[in-house]
């Protein structure tokens, strides 16, 4: 029998301090790495000990951050696919959940496109920018970026930590592996919900297994994101600092703004009459997604946080649930094609290039098909954009104006991509 615990004791213990929630880390991650990059910017732009910093700490701790979390996305993905197939148990049930997500993600889709070429016609951000100077920032950026690449060469430090971590999962992922791999987990998930054994059992047994070690893993690495979160906007204030948010300000704002507008209207519509929510209550409890969203700038990413606020915020059938922000990670990229709307009418408008009305119809049909089927991974669109770019004949190589400003971009289109996945997840789950 253990002795008496004296009066007081309780008392002597020392009091747990308050752990500082992980949004608020991360927002202190973002304002302290903005606030030093733009002081290099402003004091020191072109010191050899800023270049050292960028190029050996700054830059590799943020590419070593992306290449863990991309490792264990995929396998979480496939697990989370397989899984919540799994937990339907009803081939019916999942039949109407498919039917009804692909309605909810195709529309949400072809609004977002519209809402981004109506602001991006009505407010011209491209008209105010001189073909000359354009061509000029090109040459400055790409100027740039070479000089990053060649103090990149000698590999030693935190760089030959990078190096030891494959890069071909995100290549891989850009290229459309990740669908195929998506593809695959609905076949096996179906097939396991067609055959119901005790070994088809295990084996969901297992695969639910995995997804849970994937989930503890990952919220391993999340703990690092405050800190990757300053490494990356050090980075990018340090390259683009006020001038070029100046010059770039106007198309900045449309994207923002068409990215609110998708968010407030057709976010909103979704779980107010499709979910029966309201949206300030919606709103309130998928923030934490939102700003792990707004720091990873990759669906992929945010997927384990989704996950947990759907089930525990929003109060969503674990099964559906998976289901749904599974599939949704990949194929509902709202955010995303807003983005590339804009971007190419942008460009083409900063160059003097009108674009006709069956040609803005072609930059609607591809970005709606890209919305779906765009990688949800940094900087993910972008290849895309270059071929839109292609198509209306526009130099794919103007997108090198905007790789200053693209990661601030993807960062908030990713968190219209996370909260759409979350709206439509409520609306059909429910």
């Known amino acids: 029998m253990s002795p008496a615990r004296p009066a007081g004791a309780a008392s002597l213990a020392p009091a747990r301090r308050p752990r500082i929630p992980a949004h608020l880390r991360i927002f202190v991650g973002l304002a302290v790495g903005t606030a030093g990059g733009l002081a290099a910017n402003l004091l020191a732009p072109h010191a050899a000990w800023i270049g050292f910093i960028a190029t050996n700490v700054t830059q590799p701790i943020g590419s070593l951050f992306l290449r863990l979390l991309f490792i264990l996305v995929l396998p979480l993905l496939f697990t989370a696919v397989i899984s919540g197939i799994a937990a339907v148990r009803d081939v019916d049930t999942l039949r109407r959940l498919a039917t009804r997500a692909l309605a909810y993600m195709i529309g949400a889709t072809v609004l977002a496109v519209l809402i981004g070429l109506a602001a991006v016609n009505l407010f011209r951000p491209g008209d105010g920018i001189d073909p000359t100077v354009a061509r000029q920032m090109l040459a400055a950026t790409a100027g740039t970026h070479a000089i990053g690449a060649a103090g990149e060469s000698p590999r030693t430090g935190l760089n ?23 593809i695959l987990a609905l076949l096996i998930g179906i097939g396991l919900l067609l055959i119901q054994t005790d070994r088809t059992r295990r084996i969901v047994s297992v695969v639910e297994g995995l997804f849970q070690v994937g989930m503890r893993l990952i919220e391993l690495v ?85 996950l947990k606020v759907a089930e525990e915020r929003l109060k969503l059938p674990s099964g559906p649930a998976r289901f749904l922000l599974g599939i949704g990670a990949s194929a509902n990229q709202a955010g995303t094609a807003i983005y590339q709307s804009v971007t190419v009418v942008f460009l083409t408008q900063a160059l003097g290039v009108q674009l006709s009305l069956s040609q803005q119809f072609l930059v609607l049909a591809i970005c709606s098909l890209g919305g779906i089927g765009t990688a949800g991974l940094p900087a993910g669109s972008l290849p895309l954009v270059a071929t839109i770019l292609a198509i209306v004949g526009v130099p794919p190589e103007l997108l090198g104006l905007l790789l200053g400003v693209d990661r601030l971009l993807d960062m908030c289109r990713t968190v219209v991509n996370v909260t759409g996945d979350l709206a439509i997840a409520a609306a059909v789950a429910r």
């Open 160 to 182: 030959a930590v990078v190096d030891l971590l494959p890069a071909h999962v995100l290549g891989a992922a850009s290229q459309g592996s990740l669908i195929g791999a998506i």
């Open 222 to 306: 999340m703990r690092f994101a405050p800190l990757a979160v300053l490494c990356f906007m050090f980075d990018l204030t340090l390259v683009f600092g006020w001038q070029l948010l100046a010059i770039l300000g106007a198309y900045v704002g449309v994207v923002l703004l068409a990215l609110l507008l998708h968010l407030t209207v057709v976010c909103s519509g979704i779980v107010w009459m499709g979910g029966g929510m309201r949206p300030s209550i919606f709103f309130r409890a998928t923030q934490e997604a939102a700003f792990v969203a707004f720091s990873t700038a990759s669906s992929h990413a945010t997927l384990p946080t989704s």
